[in-house]
């Protein structure tokens, strides 16, 4: 039955900002319908009133209407506005009938929760305004009566019932709230990650692999030296004129998964456009990444990378005291360089 009642929503998925107004709109369509069935049959078999009973038969059948148009157009918009409507008109009505006596004034605290969640900061603060000057004037009214107030069973109750619902709402905002916040933490790690990602080869682009190096040079000295690989792809050119840049994009995508699989645990690999890539190696000499790039070279050269055989040229710097991030790499730059006149397929260390 509640699985009915829930409807999900294909247009308002869990991240959706509307979502949760959804759920409130049917958890208090649930409460409304249920409160008019039971006092309907309340009137007519205990009571036998069955004009009271017509009135909340009437209610019944409107909260069951805007259920029904609920599921079928799922116009959050316009439902929340008549739910608001029927709540607070319930409330305003018992208020009013029971002359704000018996803590029956304690309903009205339910009205903004309900009007702010659905309606918004600007339509919420009207109609909580407006509800809150009607229960001015009832206590206006009372002031002017005089009439002595007796507290009984029902104050009691008025007070419970309307303390549940506050902790039930609030409960439920804090779930809403809880959700909103884990779903940004979500989308803003996603953010995060497209922002330092190549988009093509998944590995972290140009932006991402600077602002590792800068973090990471004041760290350098001789116990934690730091070297840089520069690699290009040789002829490169001639794969997307033969094969098209589809194709092109293939190879650079199985090529930058092989660079990661050759890489150690510690390097950190990163397109640096088109078909170059810079890999950087922590805890490790000139001479420890000439040997990681000269293996590098090798394996490249030995495989078939999507149908093309390929090799690359490499160039290695290492940290010196007084680099920059673009010293170094221009010195990586220069020994790549090299090997592409040296007839390419070769590393060179500058």
Known sequence: MLRFWFKEFPQYPCDHTDYWRTRLISYALLVTTSYFLILTIINIVTFSDFSLALLDGTGL??????????????????????????????????IVTSQGYSHSLYWATLVPPFAFFLLGRTSGTGVSTFTFFICALV????METQQPAFFAFGSLL????????????????EQARSSAYDTLAIRNAEILQLAETDKLTGLYNREKLENTLIACLPGVDEQHPLSVMLLDVDYFKKVNDQYGHFEGDKVLQALAKKLKDLMRE???????????????????????????????????????????????????????????????LDRADVGLYQAKNNGRNSVIAA
């Open 266 to 328: 510690q390097d950190i690999v990163a397109r640096w456009g088109g078909e170059e890539f810079v890999v950087l190696c922590t805890n490790a000499s000139l001479e420890t990444a000439m040997q990681l790039a000269q293996r590098i070279r090798e394996d490249i050269a030995k495989q078939v990378i999507c149908g093309h055989g390929l090799t690359v040229s490499v160039g290695v710097a290492q940290y010196v005291p007084g680099d920059s991030v673009e010293s170094l």
């Open 61 to 94: 059948l409107f909260s069951l209407g805007i259920f029904a148009w609920f599921r079928a157009t799922g116009n959050v918009t316009v439902t929340s506005w008549a739910v608001t409507i029927m709540v607070t008109a319930l409330i305003l009505l018992f």
């Open 158 to 173: 008025n007070v419970i019932e309307v303390s549940i619902a506050h902790i039930l709402l609030f409960r439920f905002y």
């Open 139 to 142: 206590v206006y009214e009372q």
